[in-house]
Structure formats: C-alpha cells, structure tokens
C-alpha cells in the first residue's frame, strides 16, 4: 500500500507541476520594462529605449528635398545645413545726427551666439563666438530655431532672433545688439 500511495503523490505532483507551467504565461507574453534612459542624438533630439530588448530608437535622419547632392546631414555631423550670420552692436555715439554720420554706424560684435530649439528654449542646442568682425556659422538640422547673443545680463542686449533652417542651406541672419548709448 506504501508504493501505491507513493505512487499516486508523485502522479499528483507531476499533474501539479504541469498546470503551474501550463498556466503560467510564457516569456514571449511577459511585459518588459526598460531604464528611463535617453540617448541623445547627433541632431540635439533624444530618444529612449524600446521594445523587448529596450534598445534605443532610431535617432531621426534628415534627408535632401529633391534629390542632388547633399544628404541634409543625414543624422551625423557636420550637417550641409544651418546658419551664418553677423552680430552688430549700436548705436556707437550718444547723439545720432542728420544725416547719419558714417562715424557712428552700427559695429561687429564679438560675442558668444547660442542656439535654441524654438520648441525648447532651456535647453542650449549649439553655442559659438562670433569673430571680431562679428560674423558666425553653425551646422544645423533643419529645423526652427531661437539665437540668442551677449554673456551679460544687463548691457549690451541682444534681440532673441528666430530663424528656419531648410535642408541643404544656410540661413542668413543678422543679430542686432543694444549698447545702451543714449
């Protein structure tokens, strides 16, 4: 009598066993997870993981309208795309006269120059110094954007200035800066 009940224990487990891995949902049905990881693209954009294996997105790739040359930076830098421009800085005489006087014209400025995304502006995507004769280029993808010049926070200011970028070209833009002078 001892083997039969022996026996039917073990039927019972094994019966046991089975439904608990019959019933239990298999690995392939299992949610995943991932980090709240980002990973931030050559574009200045982040993305995060995803999937079963919470791998990183795709960062975006920008390519030309129209076919031809350039591939619009194609998600890696230098893109064939951004923009260049001047910073000047005026008035430069307390007294403006009539005519203007050529003495007292607006001057280049050297300066830092940072750029935002128009849809972030905390968040400084690219920054540069303007040279002595004031002028300035960046690779960008295409995209809006804020600039906006001067390491102070009093004098001179300078207006924020919006710009669109388009694929495969650079935008001119002229900054324009308040000396203060009265």
């Known amino acids: 009598m001892t083997n039969k009940v022996m ?4 039927v019972l487990l094994l019966v046991v066993f089975g439904a608990i891995l019959f019933i239990s949902p298999s690995k392939s049905q299992e949610q995943v997870f991932c980090t709240m990881e980002a990973k931030l693209c050559p574009d200045g954009s ?7 294996n919470c791998e990183f997105r795709a960062c975006p790739v920008y390519t030309s309208s129209g ?3 350039g591939a619009g930076g194609g998600g890696i ?7 260049r421009g001047i910073v000047t800085l005026g008035p430069t005489c307390p007294v403006e006269r009539m005519p203007p006087d050529p003495a007292c014209a607006d001057r280049p ?3 830092l120059v940072s750029v935002y995304r128009a849809s972030d502006l905390m968040r400084v995507i690219v920054s540069a110094r303007s040279s002595a004769d004031g002028t300035f280029k960046m690779s960008l ?4 954007y804020i600039l906006k010049a001067s390491e102070s926070t009093t004098m001179p200011s300078c207006s924020p200035t919006s710009v669109t970028v388009g694929p495969d070209t650079y ?6 800066c308040d000396s203060g002078i009265r």
Do not use: K
């Open 67 to 69: 076919g031809g040359g």
């Open 46 to 52: 982040y993305v995060g993981r995803t999937g079963p």
């Open 7 to 10: 026996f039917c224990t073990l």
């Open 141 to 144: 993808s295409p995209d809006e």
């Open 77 to 83: 830098l230098p893109y064939n795309s951004g923009v």
């Open 171 to 176: 935008t001119s833009v002229t900054v324009a």
């Open 109 to 111: 400025f050297e300066t």
